[in-house]
Each structure stands twice: as structure tokens, then as C-alpha cells.
């Protein structure tokens, strides 16, 4: 990962390691190559930041593996906040899906959290200019990890046309830099 630090927002949706083999759990691995946690962790997205003191990372993360994601958070050096938005996946008619594929603990995980991780602990990392952006999204499910699109755009509702980069990207959306194996060239 090389980058010049320009960023003010990362927006990042890692391929989180899954229990057993991780390149070949059924609903990942057979995507794209999964990383190890010290894969991820080591990553040097903090670097990516135009002013170290000041920044926002938006990390997506599968409930069955939020612990990954808060060590990450913590890995990184970064300050979790909490949810920032929480995807509940829906049929194409708007109905929330039922439980499906491979059996959980407990019970089917079909929502998915983005994470809200500033640099800074106190106070908020840019100015809010919307307070009414909802945190919860209903949106079908696209793409084997596509994620909704309207994310994306709450999140420049939040803090504005920002400096912003997706990591891990798999489609060149205009605004945002991308970086990721699977993202187009």
C-alpha cells in the first residue's frame, strides 16, 4: 500500500479471515484471497491520513467478526465511536431477509455494521453538517460483499466532500480513490 497521506476519510471493507482454511470458507474464500488478522492489523492505513491528528475510517465488519474489527481499531491506533450505519439486508420487495447459508452459533447474521473509528477520542472529527443521516440502512443485498452504494453518500452527508479513499474497493465510484485487488484499475 503506497499512497502520498491526503485523506481525511478511509472508508475500508476488509476480507476478514473466517474460522478454518481461510481461502477456502464457502462464502468468501472462493471470491477473493481472505487476509489474516496480523495481515490486516498490519496494514498502514493510518499512514494514509493527511493530518495525523485529525481523521475518520469508516470500517465495514460481519457481526460473526466484529471482534477482529475492534482489535483492528486498536491496531491501527484508531478510537472506536461506535455503529455508524448497520445494513440490514433485504429481499429485491423490501422485506428483510430470513436466516441463510452456513448454520451460526446462534442466530444467522444478515445485517452487517460500519464501524466509526476517528483518530481523535474527543469530539468529532470533522464538523457534522448532517445530524439527520439515519444509521440504519435497509438495502437488498447485490455482489457476493458489494456493499449499498447510499453509504458511500451518508457519509459525505456527514462530513462533506472530503478528501476520501475506499480501501478494498471492487468499483471505481466517482470521489472516491480506491485501492484493492479486486478494484478496477
Given amino acids: 500500500m503506497s499512497f502520498d497521506p491526503l485523506y481525511d476519510i478511509i472508508y475500508a471493507d476488509p476480507p476478514w479471515p473466517h474460522y478454518g482454511d481461510m481461502n477456502k470458507h464457502a ?41 477482529i ?14 455503529g455508524a450505519f448497520n445494513w440490514v439486508k433485504t429481499r429485491r420487495d423490501g422485506k428483510v431477509i430470513g436466516a441463510q447459508g452456513i448454520p451460526p452459533t446462534g442466530t444467522k447474521p444478515t445485517s452487517e455494521l460500519c464501524l466509526l473509528a476517528p483518530v481523535q477520542k474527543p469530539g468529532r472529527p470533522f464538523p457534522l453538517l448532517d445530524a439527520g443521516v439515519p444509521q440504519v440502512l435497509l438495502a437488498p443485498r447485490g455482489r457476493h460483499s458489494e456493499k449499498p452504494a447510499e453509504v458511500r453518500d451518508r457519509i459525505v452527508r456527514l462530513y462533506g466532500d472530503r478528501p476520501r479513499i475506499e480501501l478494498f474497493a471492487r468499483e471505481a465510484v466517482p470521489g472516491w480513490d480506491r485501492w484493492g485487488l479486486e478494484s478496477p484499475a
Fill in 27 to 67: 462464502a468468501c474464500g472462493k471470491h477473493y484471497s481472505l487476509m489474516s488478522e496480523a495481515e490486516i492489523q498490519a496494514l498502514p492505513a493510518r499512514s494514509l491520513l493527511r493530518d495525523l491528528k485529525r481523521g475518520a475510517f469508516f470500517i465495514w465488519a460481519t457481526c460473526p467478526r466484529l471482534d
Fill in 69 to 82: 474489527a475492534l482489535r483492528t481499531i486498536v491496531a491501527w491506533k484508531l478510537c472506536f465511536r461506535g
